[in-house]
Every structure is written in structure tokens, then in C-alpha cells.
């Protein structure tokens, strides 16, 4: 892909709870937005109006969906994500940064979840996902992905130590309140992926200073979007 990807962007960011996409994705935002580049933020899920209800339900511990179900409802979230913010924000020229994309539904809802459910829910197969997700997000597949790699006891102590400075401490949601071994599959899980999409993947080590990761992000972004 040697064409300039400037305009119209879209930029996921994933990895396991706790590795700092959030933080990485505001840093990068206001580099750009310096430079005069418009940029839209967003995330999954959740990015709109009827996405913010589906988050609810999604991550509510009083559910339990089967792993079908909780696929269809990602996959409703995506589909008016894509919609009515990210294809009108590319459409105008802006650069789309996203915490979250189809990269969690396949390593959630799929390699994580056949691992751990492993007898008590029907997985999902990867070949069904991903035709999935290609159905519901058609011309916005991301150019690039920074996966914010580390291991999942750092992740999670660092989400644990969040949700103490904002107050939300004992409301882990669903996925957080599973255990350390699902995460690590979770990690596996992207690692595998950015193994096996290597033009789109960049693997970040996150256990870095935030401001190294940021640079590293930077010298990616720059040589890869900004041309
Ligand atoms: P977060 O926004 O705090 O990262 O929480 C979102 C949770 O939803 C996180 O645990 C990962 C999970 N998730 C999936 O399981 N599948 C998906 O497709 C997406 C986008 C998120």
C-alpha cells in the first residue's frame, strides 16, 4: 500500500484490557490535530446512540449470552458504528481513530472464547466472524492496526488501578471479572492475528513509558498514513 492514506483513514487500536489504547489514541489525536488534520475518535462498543444501550447489555455481568448472541449484538454495534460516525467522518476527509474493532470480535467472541468456553458454549468459527464482520463493515476495513501489547497481569492491574482513580472500583464489567487465563488467551489471541496479517498489524510493546509508545505509534503512523 504505497499510496498516501491521509484522508479518510481508519486506524484501529486493540489489545487486552489495561494496555493503554485509550491513552495512546487521545496522544496521537492531538499530535495530528496540530498538524490541522481533522481527526474522529471513537470506539467499540458503543460509538452511538443505540451502540450505547448494546454496551450496557454487553458488559453487564447479570448476562450471560451464548457466544452466538453476543457475537450478533457486537455485530449491531459495528454496523451503526460504521454507518452514521465512521463512513460520514471518512467520507469528509477526517482520520478515524478507533479503541476497538473487528480484530476484538474475532479474538474475543472467537479464539478466547472457544478456549474457555471449551464444552459449555458452542464456539464460534473464525470463518464465520470474519465473513461477518466483511458483510457488516465493507469498504471500512482499518489500514492500519496497533496492537499495545503486555501481559495480561500488568493489563489487568493497571485497568484494577483505573477503575479505583475513577470510582468504578467493584463494578469490573463482564469481561473483566474473567480470569487471568482468558486473558492471556485474549493476548495470544491478537498476537496470532497480527502474526498472521502482518501489512496491517504493528505489534507495540506496551509495557514502555507511555511517552516511548507514543513515539513508537508516531514513527509507524507517520512513514505508514502521513507518507
Ligand atoms: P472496553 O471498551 O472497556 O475495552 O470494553 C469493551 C469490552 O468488550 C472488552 O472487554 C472487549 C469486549 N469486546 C468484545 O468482546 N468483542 C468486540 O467485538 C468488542 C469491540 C469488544
Not at 87 to 116: E, K, M, N
Not at 153 to 168: F, H, P, S, V
Request: proline residues 3%; hydrophobic residues 40%; aromatic residues 6%.
Amino acid at each position: 500500500m504505497a499510496e498516501n492514506l491521509k484522508q479518510g483513514s481508519l486506524i484501529s487500536f486493540e489489545g487486552i484490557e489495561g494496555c493503554g489504547k485509550s491513552t495512546q489514541i487521545v496522544m496521537l489525536a492531538e499530535r495530528l490535530r496540530r498538524q490541522g488534520l481533522e481527526v474522529v475518535i471513537s470506539r467499540e462498543p458503543g460509538a452511538t446512540a443505540l451502540g450505547q444501550e448494546l454496551r450496557h447489555l454487553l458488559l453487564d455481568p447479570a448476562h450471560n449470552p451464548d457466544a452466538l448472541t453476543e457475537l450478533l449484538l457486537y455485530l449491531a454495534d459495528r454496523r451503526e458504528h460504521c454507518l452514521r460516525v465512521i463512513r460520514p467522518a471518512r467520507i469528509r476527509g477526517a482520520l478515524v481513530l478507533i479503541d476497538r474493532f473487528i480484530d476484538s470480535t474475532w479474538v474475543y467472541q472467537g479464539f478466547a472464547a472457544s478456549a474457555a468456553d471449551a464444552g459449555s458454549r458452542e464456539a464460534v468459527s473464525a470463518k464465520i466472524i470474519d465473513n461477518l464482520n466483511r458483510l457488516v463493515v465493507g469498504p471500512d476495513w482499518p489500514q492500519l492496526t496497533f496492537l499495545l501489547d503486555c501481559p495480561a497481569r500488568i493489563g489487568l492491574e493497571r485497568a484494577r488501578r483505573r477503575n479505583q482513580e475513577t470510582g468504578a472500583v467493584g463494578i469490573a464489567d463482564r469481561f473483566e471479572q474473567r480470569h487471568l487465563d482468558f486473558h492471556e488467551q485474549v493476548r495470544a489471541g491478537f498476537l496470532h492475528l497480527a502474526e498472521i496479517e502482518r501489512e496491517r498489524f504493528r505489534v507495540i510493546d506496551a509495557q514502555q513509558e507511555i511517552d516511548y509508545i507514543h513515539d513508537c505509534i508516531w514513527q509507524e503512523f507517520s512513514g505508514r498514513i502521513l507518507g
